[in-house]
C-alpha cells in the first residue's frame, strides 16, 4: 500500500513477483483518497501488505472480505509486531490510542518481511532483511548516541519506534 510496506515487500519478493506502490510517494496517507484504479488494483492482487485501519483507514473497507485467494496481510495484527501508545504530549500519561507508524520500527519491518517471505517461500530472503535491520539499528544507535541526552524536537511525532529502538526515547 505504502512505500515502506513496498520497499520490505521488494526486499524479500523473488525476481520474478511484481510489486505495486498504491499510494504514490507524493501523497500524504493520512489523507490519501482512492482512485478507481486503486480499487482494481488491490482487487486483482493475488497479497495485499497494507499496515492496518489506524494508519490507512481508505482501505478498511476494500480490505475487509478479501476475494477467494486473495492474501492479505495486516501488518498491525501480524503476531510479533510492538505497538506504542500514542502520546500528544510526552508529559501526559494518558493514552490516546496507538502510534499508526509502527512501519518506522525496523523490528516491526522485519517481522513483515518474515511473514511474507513466508507467505512467497523466500525465507532466506526474509533473514537476510532482518539481519540488515539488525545492523541498521545497531548503527543508528551508535551514530545518535552523543545526543542521547539533548532535547529532540519533530514537526509531526512519526518517529517514535525508531527513535524507541536506537535509545533516544
Do not use: C
Not at 67 to 94: E, F, H, M, N, W
Not at 134 to 150: E, G, L, M, N
Amino acid at each position: 500500500s505504502i512505500q515502506p510496506l513496498a520497499m520490505v515487500s521488494m526486499a524479500v519478493a523473488r525476481p520474478d513477483t511484481e510489486v505495486k506502490l498504491l499510494v504514490p510517494t507524493s501523497a500524504s496517507t493520512h489523507d490519501y483518497q482512492l482512485t478507481a484504479r486503486d480499487a482494481e488494483t488491490i482487487a486483482s492482487a493475488d497479497i495485499v501488505v497494507w499496515s492496518g485501519p489506524e494508519a490507512e483507514p481508505y482501505l478498511a473497507a476494500l480490505l475487509k472480505s478479501p476475494r477467494a485467494g486473495q492474501t492479505v496481510i495486516t501488518l498491525s495484527k501480524l503476531p510479533g509486531v510492538v505497538l506504542r501508545d500514542l502520546r500528544l504530549d510526552p508529559a501526559d500519561t494518558r493514552k490516546h490510542g496507538r502510534d499508526p507508524h509502527l512501519w518506522l520500527s525496523t523490528r516491526n519491518a522485519a517481522v513483515l518481511a518474515r511473514a511474507l517471505g513466508a507467505r512467497l517461500g523466500n525465507t532466506l530472503a526474509a533473514e537476510h532483511f532482518d539481519a540488515e535491520m539488525q545492523r541498521y539499528r545497531s548503527r543508528q544507535a551508535t551514530r545518535f548516541a552523543p545526543v542521547k541526552d539533548i532535547p529532540l524536537l519533530v514537526a509531526h511525532d512519526a518517529y517514535g519506534y525508531l527513535l524507541d529502538e536506537i535509545g533516544l526515547v
